[in-house]
């Protein structure tokens, strides 16, 4: 079935944009975390993997897991946050130390599929299950999980559609953004003075966003999986395409800021070369590629 693009006639101002790695065919590069010292972590969903990249621009193996893995984040020490499922097919989070060893750190038999990972306050984070419609919360220091919330704006309208409903997280100001993939919203949900969830609203339509990146002006950078696109979602809700399959991006999956002097504006993206929706000419090499979004893009503190 061919998708019907979500994106309307929204302008086209192409950035500037160069590779940093590609992977073989069928590789499914799914998320992506720019350390402090502008090393890239990234996922490989099927093989259960997490790949670093560091300054010599050579991926390799950080950490493997027996299953699959999805969301990642990082703890202040450096260490790393990563959901997928076990090889049993449940729910886990496992943490991945700065050599690469990986623990279970929770299992989560009550979720779906566990799918984005963001910083919420102290020990605390958030994550996306993309089929449950629901975000839970983890402390990373208890190890412990409980719902943060469950709303309809979060789940699938089509239960028979694998396409994930809530799946990127992040915050800015005092909001939790998230997409929901399947019904082509990003959802936005007040943060309250105790750090629980407000009343969720749609911020956008007629979107289909995966995973995306704040800048500092409020500015929303979003991969369109399917659609072959990097999209900018400025904070009045006007949409401008900066990248498309020429340049790369066929099958986007998540983006990341550069977080070192001179790469403040580089914004890197991942893609799986069109594994969920072929290309006419057949699913092309992964690649980890960057865009240069120019000064008014420059990330969040």
Known sequence: MVPISALGDAPVALVPTHTIAEFPVNTFLESIVVSADQTLFITNHYEGKVIRIGADGVPTTHATIAGKATGLAALPDG???????????????????????????????????????????DDRYLIADSYRGAIWELNAVQGSVRIWLEHPLLSRADLENATPAVNGLKIFGNNLYASNTQNAQMVRVPIQADYQPGEPEIFVQNVNIDDFAFDRAGNLYGTTHVFNSVVKIAPDGSITTIAQADQGMTGTTAVAFGRSQGNLTHLYVTTNGGMSFPPPTGVEAAKVVCLDVGIEGLPLP
């Open 79 to 121: 260490s790393l946050l990563l959901s997928g499922w076990d090889d049993q097919n449940t729910c886990v989070v496992w943490q991945i130390a700065l050599d690469g060893a990986a623990s279970v750190l929770v299992s989560l038999p009550d979720a779906l599929f566990l799918n984005g990972l963001t910083y919420l306050t």
